[in-house]
């Protein structure tokens, strides 16, 4: 994981949903990991700058958080459909 988290474009999100994997990514490579409800608030807030302080320019994050919604509503189908 860490080599291609080295090699990714600076603007390429990195998303996990783990403490220690985030604490890894930083550590092992300098990125910040974001959490999914990290990337879904920014696709919720994006465009708009907080009072305390400008935004640092981001990707547009929104195809992101929409796919982890959709991942993650898959799962729970999955996980579901082998309860039933």
């Known amino acids: 994981l860490l080599p291609a988290v080295r090699a990714a474009d600076p603007a390429t999100l990195v998303v996990t949903d783990g403490f220690s994997c985030r604490e890894q990514i930083e550590q092992g490579t300098g990125r910040e ?19 305390k302080a400008p935004a640092p320019p981001r990707p547009a994050i929104w195809p992101w958080a929409a796919a982890g919604v959709l ?8 996980g579901l459909r082998r309860r039933a």
């Open 33 to 51: 990991a974001l959490h999914l409800a990290e990337v879904v608030q920014l696709a919720l807030h994006q465009g708009q700058v907080p009072s």
């Open 71 to 78: 991942v993650l509503g898959g799962i729970a189908a999955v």
